[in-house]
C-alpha cells in the first residue's frame, strides 16, 4: 500500500514567486494534516482537513497561504507570494477516522523542503 | 510559547547500553502522547504512544514512561542498537476532540548510537 506522498521534494523559489506543494494521503484516510518544521525547531501544526472540509486552520501563518482539498482526496498547500520567512520542510499527515474512542495514528510523507531566496 | 519541550537536542549512546530520551510539557489538556522517529529526507515515523491512564507502555526495545503529576515523559530504548540513531521528537495531543488529533511537537532529540 503506498504512503503518503508528497510533490516536489524541493522547491527553490525567489521572494514574491507562487509556490504549490501537493500531498496524496494513504487511499482512504479522511484526514489530512500540514505540519511545517522551520530552521531544525519543533514541527508545527497548519491545518486539518477532513475529507474536503477545513476542521482546524489555527495554525496557518497568514493569508499567504491556501490550502485546498477538492475532491476529499489529495490536497495542495499554496504559499503566494513567498516570503523568506516561509522557507522550511512542509509535511502532510494522514490518518484514519477515529473509532471506539481510541486515537488512530497519523502517517508522514517525506515533506517538501522550500526554500525562498 | 513551546508547549511540549525537549530540552537535549542531542544525545550520544554506546550500543547495547539504554538510551533514554526526555519530554516536558505545559499544557493540561494533553492526554496523548506519541513519540516520532525521523531520519535525513523522511518524515517522522510513528513508534509508540501513550494515553494519560497509563503510566508505562511498551513495545519491544521501546518503552515510554509518563508521569502526569511532573507532566513528563521519557521513551526508553534498550538495547540500543545503531539503527536506533535518529532524531526523535515527542508529540501530545488532546484526546477527545473525535479524531487523530493535531500535534504539538518537541523540538526533537538526535540520538546517536556508536560502535
Known amino acids: 500500500e503506498a504512503g503518503v506522498t508528497q510533490f516536489p521534494s524541493h522547491s527553490v523559489i525567489e521572494k514574491g514567486q507562487t509556490v504549490t506543494l501537493r500531498c496524496d494521503p494513504i487511499s482512504g484516510h479522511d484526514n489530512l494534516y500540514w505540519y511545517r518544521r522551520v530552521m531544525g525547531k519543533e514541527i508545527k501544526f497548519l491545518l486539518h482537513?477532513?475529507?474536503?472540509?477545513?476542521?482546524?486552520e489555527s495554525g496557518m501563518p497568514n493569508n499567504r497561504f491556501l490550502a485546498e482539498r477538492t475532491g476529499g482526496t489529495y490536497s495542495t498547500l499554496k504559499v503566494q507570494p513567498a516570503e523568506l520567512e516561509d522557507s522550511g520542510v512542509y509535511f502532510c499527515?494522514?490518518?484514519?477516522?477515529?473509532?471506539?474512542?481510541?486515537?488512530?495514528?497519523?502517517?508522514f510523507g517525506q515533506g517538501t523542503r522550500l526554500t525562498v531566496v | 510559547d513551546q508547549q511540549v519541550k525537549q530540552n537535549s537536542p542531542s544525545l550520544s549512546v554506546q550500543e547495547g547500553r539504554i538510551s533514554i530520551l526526555n519530554c516536558d510539557y505545559t499544557?493540561?489538556?494533553?492526554?496523548?502522547f506519541l513519540w516520532y522517529k525521523k531520519y535525513p529526507a523522511e518524515g517522522p515515523t510513528f513508534l509508540i504512544s501513550?494515553?494519560?491512564?497509563?503510566d508505562k507502555n511498551e513495545d519491544g526495545r521501546f518503552t515510554v514512561f509518563l508521569n502526569k503529576s511532573a507532566k513528563h515523559l521519557s521513551l526508553h530504548i534498550v538495547p540500543s542498537q545503531p539503527g536506533d540513531s535518529a532524531v526523535y521528537f515527542c508529540?501530545?495531543?488532546?484526546?477527545?476532540?473525535?479524531?487523530?488529533?493535531?500535534?504539538?511537537f518537541g523540538t526533537g532529540t538526535r540520538l546517536q548510537v556508536t560502535l
Open positions: 482537513f477532513v475529507k474536503e472540509s477545513k476542521q482546524d
Open positions: 499527515a494522514s490518518s484514519q477516522d477515529r473509532m471506539r474512542g481510541m486515537n488512530t495514528e497519523a502517517f
Open positions: 508529540a501530545a495531543s488532546p484526546y477527545n476532540t473525535g479524531t487523530a488529533s493535531k500535534l504539538t
Open positions: 501513550i494515553s494519560s491512564i497509563k
Open positions: 499544557n493540561s489538556m494533553f492526554d496523548y
